[in-house]
């Protein structure tokens, strides 16, 4: 199977480089039985330690309710772990689209689907009839949530009571017989779990507790629990699974994920593996939600040649090019999520997009836009342009950076009719052409001749370079140059 980088043709450099190879080579993706992209899913397995031995083989999955990020966010970040016993397999987000718009789910409640014999009608179902397919070569399944108020076994206010889900692990019965293991005392292992959680509770209204549905029984508060993902683990398939909820009324997504964690941790002990957690106390918790949100540069395809390019660039094209969205580089290696709008998807991955019309990607972490690249029309796109930095002679394609520290200049913009354009560097006017047309080229600028209010975010680090159509002044194409912090901001 191709991996969510790669499609027939896809060979870009950072592949290449090695940069991704230790992510694509644990990854294997469940997309192509899934006929929508928004509703894939990957499997990531977490690492061996370099002294390894065979051992239970378990199933964590996060995001299966859109709405709730300390769950896929901590299956996320259990991947920095390592394994030296058994084996532990990782669906951080396996309902992309509900994440990506914050929702419990879009069309129905994924976690409402379970059952055997699906014949999908909606999406979801697709997704969890792909997951139910994969669930039998594991020994035992975890699903991370984020639930309303406190369980409390006892009734203590509005929202500290039976009916909450929050701070608890779920189980649908204290023991069941029929597992691929025998008789086996759920209850026994979430009594375990919970036991650790609470000897590093933050403070003491975070206290976990077991939560027994007690889902087959005719007195259960929980019917709808039948159709759910742990209850048919359990019931059909005969392999427990256990529920960790972290309750949404915690601070933070940082505590979320430190409560998800430290279940994580102890359920993987109690059931056999041998796991090395990241740390995650709440100060690597927060760098960690930090560098999900650092988005550093997109490779965009045009007419099937890569290139990379800022977050915040401005592309300009002619009606007809294609235009696809390849590696994803910020701080993290976490999936992102590039929507090229106009194609009716939120995931657009691998996909190929016509252009007809001016558009935008938007690149998301999750359910957050951290970048958009506008996509705009041109007759005759200025698609090369050929500088000086620091004394080196480059040739940059449009949409591409590049870094000065001392001089940049740049001498000509052409299009692919190699027509010659004018060029105007934002923020620099040559010294005596002040009010006059406003073209740039063979002047070699230093940064600190650069007016800061007109850079990229009015930060004085990236400038844009425009090419010009020679009557209407309108930009037809653009590079950028970033440079040292010369104003100390």
């Known amino acids: 199977m191709l991996s969510q980088f790669q499609r027939p043709g896809f060979n870009p450099w950072w592949l290449k480089s090695g940069l991704f190879l230790l992510w694509l080579l644990i990854s294997t993706p469940v997309a192509q039985a899934i006929p929508h992209p928004d509703y894939s899913f990957d499997v990531y ?17 996060g995001g299966i309710h859109g709405d709730e990020p300390g ?43 379970f059952r055997d014999d699906i014949e999908p009608s909606i999406p979801e179902e697709y997704t969890v009839r792909e997951l139910i397919r994969i669930l039998p070569q594991y020994d035992y399944v975890l699903s ?30 204290d023991v069941y017989e029929h597992t691929r293991h025998g008789n086996v005392c759920l209850q026994c292992i979430a009594d375990e779990v919970v036991a650790h959680v609470n000897a590093h509770k933050i403070q003491d209204g975070h206290r976990f507790h077991v939560s027994n549905h007690e889902t087959a029984s005719e007195q259960t508060s929980h019917v709808e629990q039948r159709t759910s993902l742990t209850y048919y683990t359990l019931t059909r398939l005969g392999i427990p699974a ?24 102890s359920f993987l002990q109690a059931t056999g593996v041998g796991y090395q957690a990241p740390e995650h106390d709440l100060a690597s918790l927060n760098q960690f939600l930090d560098e999900t949100r650092t988005l550093r540069a997109v ?60 558009t ?12 958009t690249i506008q996509v705009r029309l041109a007759d005759e796109p200025v698609e090369y342009f050929e500088v000086v930095v620091d004394g080196e002679q480059k040739t940059l394609r ?11 200049e740049v001498l000509t913009g052409t299009g692919r009719q190699q027509s ?19 073209d740039d080229r063979s002047y070699a600028l230093h940064p600190k001749e650069l007016d800061w209010r007109f850079s990229v975010h009015r930060q004085g680090l990236k400038y844009r370079v425009h090419g010009f159509d020679d009557h209407s002044y309108r930009s037809t194409g653009e590079v950028y140059f970033t440079v040292d912090d010369v104003y100390g901001r």
């Open 420 to 438: 010659d354009s004018m060029v105007n560097v934002q923020g620099y006017v040559p010294p005596g052409l002040e009010g006059k047309v406003p």
């Open 45 to 61: 397995e977490v690492p061996k330690a370099s002294k390894w031995r065979e051992g239970p083989r378990i199933l964590i999955i």
């Open 144 to 173: 991370l949530h984020d639930g309303s108020g406190y369980y409390h076994p006892t009734y203590i206010d509005s929202q500290r009571n039976p009916l909450r889900y929050g701070q608890s692990i779920i189980i649908d019965t």
């Open 360 to 371: 935008k990607i938007v690149i998301r972490s999750d359910n957050q836009d951290m970048g």
């Open 242 to 265: 256990f529920c960790s909820e972290a309750s949404k009324l915690l601070p933070d997504n940082a505590h979320k994920v430190y409560y998800h964690m430290h279940v994580i941790d």
């Open 398 to 408: 449009q949409g591409e950076i590049v870094h000065a520290h001392r001089s940049f």
């Open 299 to 358: 490779e965009i395809f045009i007419n099937d040649e890569p290139r990379m390019v800022p977050p915040s660039a401005r592309l300009h094209l002619r009606p007809g090019d294609t235009i696809a969205v390849g590696a994803i580089l910020g701080d993290r290696k976490q999936p992102w999520f590039p929507d090229i709008y106009g194609t009716g998807n939120y995931n657009d991955r691998g996909i190929t997009h016509t252009v007809d019309q001016e």
């Open 71 to 113: 769950g896929y966010l901590a299956a996320e970040y259990a991947l920095d772990g390592t394994v030296s016993q058994g084996k532990v397999h990782i669906i951080p987000r396996i309902n992309k689209r509900a994440i990506i718009l914050n929702y419990r789910g879009f069309h129905a409640d994924m976690n409402r689907l």
